[in-house]
């Protein structure tokens, strides 16, 4: 157990939907990461906050959106979904502000577009 | 942007066999760790390894970081280490991990 935890484990939903994907970090971890596994782009960053502020974005889409709470919970919204949208999303934790340190993902939440 | 290549991308192997994988990447890293995606889609740490050696069990660990690589070592491989194995790795500085794109293991009984 990583101790990074992500609900739901599924999700099974129809195109046009938002959905929304919830991370707690490990305790103490300041970090929150997000990842995206698709079949043919492999793992892809998507965004990174560290105590509650946005830090860096990568390959993310503007119909995806994210937060992290004052308890350091974070949550992915997935908006307005296509069939190309399902994945595999990940979310990691780290006590760093950056990757210097070990990060920790969680099951990960899969996500089926139908 | 830093490139990660892993060695081989498939390896089939007999339980009790060993084997190594490699992965090399293109740039100086700070930041290096080795997971296993097990076939349930689980992405577990199996190593945080900037530099230097490590063995965890049956498991064992090298980064040269001057010469930008590093091995996994399974020995007595059993059928529980069938996935994917995936390195990835941070420069200093940065925000994101860069992930390889895998080697896959299967362990026949």
């Known amino acids: 157990d990583s101790g990074v935890t992500q609900t739901p484990k599924h999700l099974i939903t129809a195109t046009g939907q938002r959905v929304t994907l919830r991370c707690s970090p490990r305790?103490?971890?300041?970090?929150v990461y997000w990842y995206q596994q698709s079949l043919d782009q492999g793992l892809q960053f998507l965004i990174q906050y560290y105590n509650g502020e946005e830090r860096a974005k990568g390959n993310i889409l503007e119909r995806f959106s994210a937060q992290q709470f004052p308890d350091l919970h974070s949550e992915l919204n997935l908006s307005s979904l296509e069939l190309g949208d399902s994945a595999l999303y990940f979310c990691?934790?780290?006590?760093?502000?950056?990757?210097?340190?070990?990060?920790?993902f969680g099951q990960g939440t899969r996500l089926t577009v139908v | 942007g830093i490139q990660v290549e892993q060695s081989p991308p498939d390896l089939i192997l007999q339980e009790g066999a060993n084997s190594t994988l490699r992965c090399n990447f293109s740039?100086?890293?700070?930041?290096l760790q080795w997971f296993h995606q097990n076939p349930w889609g689980q992405l577990i740490n199996l190593f945080y390894i900037p530099s230097g050696t490590k063995q965890n069990g049956r498991l064992s660990a090298t980064t040269v970081a001057t010469e930008r690589y590093s091995l996994l070592y399974i020995s007595s491989s059993q059928t529980t280490d069938s996935g994917v194995y995936f390195c990835a790795v941070a420069r200093s500085g940065t925000y994101k991990y860069i992930f390889g794109t895998g080697t896959r293991l299967k362990v026949l009984a």
């Open positions: 740039d100086s890293v700070n930041n």
């Open positions: 990691a934790s780290s006590s760093g502000v950056n990757m210097n340190t070990e990060a920790f």
């Open positions: 305790s103490g971890d300041l970090s």
